[in-house]
């Protein structure tokens, strides 16, 4: 890393496209990487060391709705493409993904919850 300190935007805005469409991010986006996730195990006398196993990676975030689309659609949706850029560069990519949980819509805010899941979500950053 360079001794620089970058000033530029940290965080704040972010864009999504699912499948090339774009959706406004009006709340809080959230994701977590696909990877290996580590779990102690112990026997009855002593800690024995660690199993490893692949854990789905996640996007959530808080859509607009909008007039020409339903967000309904997306409920049991599969082979969805997101891509999430934020404002410090950071790009997040969902493929393959499966829409989990169910969506609700708020009609006084006009927005939506919308939760996938994937075993392919990966974060590529800029330098």
Not at 89 to 102: A, L, M, P, S
């Amino acid at each position: 890393m360079s001794g620089t300190v970058y000033r530029g935007p940290l965080a704040g805005l972010a864009t999504a496209t699912i499948n090339g469409v774009s959706w406004n991010v009006v709340g809080e986006c959230q994701y977590q990487a696909a990877g290996l996730q580590n779990e102690t195990l112990k026997g009855q006398s002593a800690v024995e060391g660690f199993s490893t196993m692949p854990v789905q990676g996640f996007v959530q975030m808080t859509l607009r709705d909008r007039r020409d689309a339903n967000p309904l659609d997306f409920q049991g949706a599969s082979g969805l493409t997101i891509i999430i850029q934020q404002a410090n560069g950071k790009i997040i990519t969902v493929d393959d993904g499966w829409q989990v949980e169910n969506i609700n819509v708020n009609t006084q805010e006009g927005t939506f919850e919308l939760k996938v899941e994937s075993a392919s979500v990966v974060v590529d950053t800029v330098s």
